[in-house]
Every structure is written in structure tokens, then in C-alpha cells.
């Protein structure tokens, strides 16, 4: 039997006739609808010369037809390569050059400054809006609603996901149907998702998160989904009566808590909030408890890996850490320097093997064989370590990690104590070029609105509680963190900005 995900998650569904999205409208798609729908986009494609294990490209706006899109490009054997909308036509050069697709997808709006990038990788540039019109919209209402699904193995390509590079350049990560298929059937199980769920899906479908976690688990349960465009708390709130699962940043989060529509009462028919893509603040957990009597449930993965580690869905959601090891998933801790499994309990760098770990890099084998290694573990760049209950702790990016006068300093630890002062809102712990210290511990602070902006009293409570070499030398004071669409703190921005405050 082929392994196309496309069969798995619509062509072979128990019941057609059930509801598979639910669009901004109110437009509602069942899965018999989703499998006419991308027949004919797929002979659409097809007739543009897609072929199988060739890439397609799309920056184009969330919509169900981007949904029909994926769908269709998987069906005809084809690689979705999904790219962030805010991308600027020069990023695109990059990413179009790099991964030279068949044919390039993008919104009627930008046709005409992405053309030339599309002609120089060879690329057919068709367009798609959000409201069903462009090129391709028509080209596939024109084609026939039959399409034989192309047969693809568990080991062909599905999706072609470029990392978020916030250093050196952006790496396509190479998704096999295997990945992905694997992945969303070990996500079902662990949070109990089935046929009478409805997820509120408000997430970007560009991202391992929007596109596989919350739209591959949701289709392949036979469940349905409310698609909308952009994260709006208090059409979420209003939508929560009748859904049951809420997939989200923590930013998410943090916004629906100032909500004041967000109570017990307006969240009693859901049964899953889960949050992943960044840490979610222990404090954010707790008020969301508090607020709506759900404990949140948090869990860790990347784009190169598909979701590692989760919270229990029975059992203890523990605030601060992302749970346990999925099913099929291996987690090591190991030293970064030699690769060798650190003492149970102590900090070193998370890896990861199974059947959701991707293929490699797209055409860069070096920087493949340097993170993924030959006995299956990827090297994920993140800190952590394991408790006695198993449950893993991140405490950062490898690249975060400050070494001050020769000692390791974890960001994490100091951002928990300084957020825990009254008057703070959130921070980020930075290390900066400093002439004695190598690099010097320093804290970018967000105060509460009002909140006096006291170095001294930052200072001196952490004074009593973290050893001298941890203590930030200096204390920033900001409006707001920068943070990317995944809600991100982008501290190489943040490097970059004060670069120059110690002065050397
Ligand atoms: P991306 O490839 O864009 O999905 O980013 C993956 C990275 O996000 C991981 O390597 C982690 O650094 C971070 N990440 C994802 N989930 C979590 C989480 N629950 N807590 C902390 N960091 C996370």
C-alpha cells in the first residue's frame, strides 16, 4: 500500500461526510469536499508540470484553499515547501534559488515583484488568494474532481520546512511522508484526539506547528477544524463553546489571560490547551489554571523533528518543564563537547531519535552530517535535562548559553528568578562582548506598565539567590521584547542592539 500522507489523512477517512474545516466565513468543507477539492488541484499542478519529488513553493496567505494546497502538492507526490508571508522579496531569492521548485505559488498581489525570482529558478509562478481567486484557483476549478493519488513510500519526501535561522542561513529541513504520518499518529494518541474534536485553529501554516501539529493530527483523527486567519482572543474566547482543543504559542496565552471574557465558564467545553514553539512561562501556567481551571499542556519539538516531548494528558502537567518523551521517541542528554551521556539530572544537550526525525538538510550534507549523526540521534541545539520523573527541562539554546570568566551561565535560571520579582513583566538574559569577562552577563528587563525601573532592586533581590558569577553585570530596561511569529524572543536581535554596552 502507498504511505502517501495524503491517504492517510483523507483518503482513507472512516467518514466522509464529516466536517473537516470550518473556514472564516463560516464556509464548512467536509472531507469528501477535501479529497474532490484537491483532486482538482492536484491536476491543476499536474498540468503546470509538477512531478512527483518536485518542490512546490507557496507564500500565500492562510486560507482553506492553502490547506487544499498542501493537500494537493502530497497527493500528486509533489514536496510543500510553505514560506512565512512576511518574508521580503530578497528573502525570497534565497529560499527560491535554494530550492529550485517546479512551480512557485504566491498571492496575486505580489505577482509581479516575485516574477523575476521565479523565472531565474525556472519556477511556473501561478497565484492564489485567500478568498479563492487567482491563477490557480481557476485552473484547478476547471480540472476534473479524479486523481488518482500518486504512490509514495514512507521514505519520499512530503515537505521541504526551512528553519527559522535566527543565525547564518535559513536550512531547509527535508520531510519524509514517513515524518510526518508517524508523527501525527503518535500525537493522537497521547492527547486522546478522535472524530468528535474541534480544534480553533488560529496558527500560522507555514510552521511545523500550524501546518503538522495542529492540521495532519486534527485530519488524520477524522476530526474538524475552525480555521482562522489571525490569533484574535476574543473571537477564540467566543469560539470556545463549541470546540474542544486550543493549540497556541504562549504568546497566545499570555494575551487570552488579559482577555476579560477569558473565565471558568467561557472554557468549560474544551478539553486541551496545548502550547509549544517557545518556553511558557511557569507563572502563565499557573494563572491559566487559575483563571480556567485547565492545567495547560505543554510540549517541545522543531521543525527538523516533528514533536519529541510531551505533558501527559493523564498525569501531572508539570509547569517549567515539556513533559515526557512521546512514544517511539529517544532522548539523550549528552556532553557537547565529546557526545557522551551526561550524569542522570545534569544539564547538556537534548538529542533526539525516531521515526519523526527528518532526512537532513536540503543540499547542505555537511552541515547534515554535523547535526544528525550516523547512529540516528539528532543534535537538537537545545540545553536541558532529564528530572527523576523523567520529565524533560529545557534551559535554553545552545547558542544562548553565556560563558562568563569560564562559567557556564544558563539564561533560563535567571530569567525564572528576575521574572518573579514584582513589577516584572518578562526578560531575557544576554551575554555581550566584555573585555575581562569574555561575556558579560546582562538582563533585558520588561517592566510592569507603571513599575519603578530600578536596576538596584533587580540586583539585589537576585543577589540572594544566584552565585556571584551569575549575576547580570548590567539591567536594561525595554518596552517589549522582540519576538518573531512563533512568538520567539529573538535574542540575536537583542545581541546585536547592545553589542557595544560594555564598551569595548
Ligand atoms: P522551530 O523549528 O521554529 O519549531 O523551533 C524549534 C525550537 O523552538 C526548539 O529547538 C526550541 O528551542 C524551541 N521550542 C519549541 N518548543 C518549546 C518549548 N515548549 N519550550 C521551550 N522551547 C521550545
Avoid at 491543476?44 to 492562510?62: E, H, T, V, W
Avoid at 569560564?406 to 518578562?426: H, L, Q, R, S, T
Avoid at 525601573?453 to 518596552?479: M, S
Wanted: net charge negative; charged share 20%.
Amino acid at each position: 500500500m502507498s504511505e502517501n500522507i495524503f491517504d492517510i489523512l483523507v483518503g482513507s477517512t472512516a467518514d466522509f461526510s464529516a466536517i473537516a474545516i470550518e473556514a472564516e466565513h463560516g464556509e464548512r468543507l467536509s472531507y469528501a469536499d477535501l479529497n474532490a477539492q484537491s483532486a482538482r488541484m492536484a491536476n491543476a499542478l499536474f498540468a503546470l508540470g509538477l512531478r512527483p519529488g518536485d518542490r512546490l513553493a507557496a507564500q500565500i496567505d492562510k486560507s482553506t484553499d492553502a490547506i487544499i494546497l498542501y493537500l494537493a502538492t502530497v497527493r500528486a507526490g509533489g514536496v510543500f515547501l510553505p514560506l512565512n508571508t512576511a518574508y521580503t522579496p530578497a528573502e525570497m531569492a534565497y529560499f527560491i534559488g535554494d530550492a529550485e521548485p517546479a512551480i512557485f505559488v504566491c498571492d496575486p498581489a505580489r505577482r509581479d515583484v516575485l516574477e523575476p525570482i521565479a523565472a531565474a529558478a525556472g519556477a511556473a509562478l501561478v497565484t492564489l488568494d485567500a478568498d479563492g481567486g487567482g491563477s490557480l484557483a481557476e485552473a484547478a476549478a476547471a480540472s476534473s474532481a479524479e486523481f488518482e493519488t500518486v504512490a509514495r513510500a514512507a521514505d519520499d519526501l512530503a515537505a521541504l520546512l526551512y528553519t527559522s535561522g535566527t543565525t547564518g542561513r535559513s536550512k531547509g529541513a527535508m520531510l519524509t511522508h514517513g515524518n510526518l504520518v508517524s508523527n501525527a499518529r503518535t500525537l493522537r494518541d497521547a492527547w486522546h484526539y478522535g472524530p468528535t474534536d474541534i480544534l480553533i485553529h488560529a496558527l500560522p501554516i507555514f510552521h511545523t506547528h500550524g501546518l503538522f501539529v495542529a492540521t495532519n493530527v486534527t485530519l488524520l483523527s477524522g476530526a474538524s477544524m475552525i480555521l482562522l486567519r489571525k490569533f484574535d482572543p476574543a473571537r477564540i474566547i467566543g469560539l470556545m463553546a463549541r470546540s474542544t482543543v486550543l493549540m497556541g504559542v504562549p504568546t497566545f496565552y499570555v494575551r487570552l489571560l488579559d482577555e476579560p471574557g477569558l473565565t471558568r465558564d467561557a472554557s468549560a467545553s474544551m478539553r486541551l490547551f496545548i502550547s509549544g514553539s517557545a518556553p511558557l512561562l511557569a507563572e502563565t501556567h499557573k494563572s491559566w489554571e487559575a483563571t480556567t481551571g485547565h492545567a495547560i499542556l505543554e510540549r517541545y519539538g522543531m521543525t527538523e523533528t516533528n514533536m519529541n516531548v510531551s505533558n501527559p494528558y493523564i498525569g501531572e502537567r508539570v509547569a517549567g518543564t515539556v513533559g515526557l518523551p512521546l512514544a517511539g521517541v529517544e532522548v539523550r542528554i549528552t556532553d557537547p563537547e565529546t557526545g557522551v551521556d551526561v550524569t542522570a539530572g545534569e544539564i547538556g544537550m537534548i538529542e533526539v531519535r525516531g521515526p519523526n526525525v527528518f532526512k537532513g538538510y536540503w543540499r547542505m550534507p555537511e552541515k547534515t552530517a554535523e547535526d544528525l549523526r550516523d547512529n540516528g540521534f539528532f543534535i537538537t541545539g537545545d540545553l536541558g535535562r532529564i528530572d527523576e520523573q523523567g520529565y524533560v527541562h529545557i534551559v535554553g539554546r545552545g547558542k544562548d548559553l553565556i560563558i562568563s570568566g569560564g562559567f557556564n551561565v544558563y539564561p533560563k535560571e535567571i530569567e525564572a528568578e528576575i521574572d518573579a520579582i514584582d513589577g516584572v513583566v518578562e526578560s531575557a538574559v544576554i551575554g555581550l562582548p566584555h573585555r575581562d569577562f569574555g561575556e558579560a552577563v546582562t538582563a533585558v528587563v520588561v517592566p510592569k506598565c507603571g513599575a519603578k525601573q530600578d536596576p538596584e532592586n533587580i540586583l539585589g533581590t537576585l543577589q540572594q539567590r544566584l552565585a556571584r558569577f551569575k549575576l547580570p553585570k548590567k539591567v536594561v530596561f525595554v518596552g517589549e521584547l522582540p519576538r518573531n511569529t512563533m512568538g520567539k524572543v529573538q535574542k540575536n536581535l537583542l545581541r546585536d542592539e547592545y553589542f557595544d554596552l560594555y564598551g569595548n
